[in-house]
C-alpha cells in the first residue's frame, strides 16, 4: 500500500493536484475491494469511509472533531471542558461518506466535483506558509485542501493496513496488486 500513499504524496510534492486527488479519492474503493471483494462498491466505500476519515470530517461533536487529531485529549482536558465540547458539530462543515463517493464518482468519472447535498465542494491548492482554511466555509462552498485532505486519505490507508494485517486473505491481495515493470526489466 506503501505505492500508493508515496504517489500521493509524492503528486502533492509536484504540485500535480489532479493525481493526488484522483489516488486518494480511489483509495477507500481500493482498500475496500481488498478486504471485501464482494460487497457492493458504494457501501465498501462509505464503510471504509466512516472508519477511517468519520471523525474528522463528518464528526458528532467538537470533542470527536478535536480526538481525530489529538487522540490523547480526553486523558489531558478537565470533566468540564469534556461536557462543553460535546456540543453537537456542525453540519455544514461535514464532508460525509456519501459526499466523498459522490465527489470520487464525478471526478473520477466526469471531471466534475458537485454535489447535489450542499451548494458545492470544492477542493483548493496548498496555501503558502503552511497556512490552512481547510473544512471551512466561503460564500456557501465547503472548502477541502486538496493536499490536507489526501494526506488524511494517506493516513486512512495506513491505519487500514495496520487493522487487516493480519488478515491472510486480505494481505494475500495486497500483494497481487498491479506494480510496474522497469522498461529494462523486460
Same mark, same amino acid.
Given at each position: 500500500m506503501e505505492r500508493f500513499v508515496s504517489s500521493i504524496l509524492k503528486s502533492i510534492d509536484d504540485k500535480n493536484y489532479f493525481a493526488a486527488l484522483f489516488v486518494a479519492l480511489a483509495m477507500p474503493d481500493i482498500c475496500g475491494a481488498l478486504e471485501n471483494p464482494n460487497a457492493e462498491v458504494g457501501k465498501r466505500?462509505?464503510?471504509?469511509?466512516?472508519?477511517?476519515?468519520?471523525? $474528522?470530517?463528518? @464528526?458528532?461533536?467538537?470533542?470527536?472533531?478535536?480526538?481525530?487529531? +489529538?487522540?490523547?485529549?480526553? $486523558?489531558?482536558? @478537565?470533566?468540564?471542558?469534556?461536557?462543553?465540547?460535546?456540543?453537537? +458539530?456542525?453540519?455544514?462543515l461535514w464532508f460525509t461518506a456519501e459526499d466523498c463517493l459522490r465527489c470520487r464518482n464525478k471526478f473520477l468519472h466526469q471531471g466534475l466535483l458537485e454535489n447535489s447535498?450542499?451548494?458545492?465542494?470544492?477542493?483548493i491548492t496548498p496555501l503558502p506558509n503552511r497556512l490552512v482554511v481547510h473544512k471551512s466555509i466561503r460564500n456557501g462552498t465547503l472548502v477541502l485542501q486538496i493536499n490536507a485532505f489526501a494526506e488524511d486519505i494517506c493516513h486512512g490507508v495506513q491505519a487500514w493496513e495496520r487493522d487487516v494485517q493480519s488478515d491472510t486473505n486480505t494481505m494475500r491481495r495486497i500483494g497481487e496488486l498491479m506494480t510496474f515493470t522497469e522498461w529494462y526489466d523486460l
Open positions: 466505500y462509505k464503510k471504509w469511509f466512516d472508519k477511517y476519515l468519520k471523525s $474528522k470530517y463528518a @464528526p458528532t461533536n467538537h470533542l470527536e472533531a478535536l480526538a481525530a487529531n +489529538f487522540p490523547d485529549i480526553r $486523558k489531558i482536558l @478537565p470533566p468540564d471542558a469534556v461536557a462543553q465540547m460535546s456540543t453537537p +458539530f456542525d453540519t455544514l447535498q450542499k451548494e458545492k465542494i470544492t477542493f
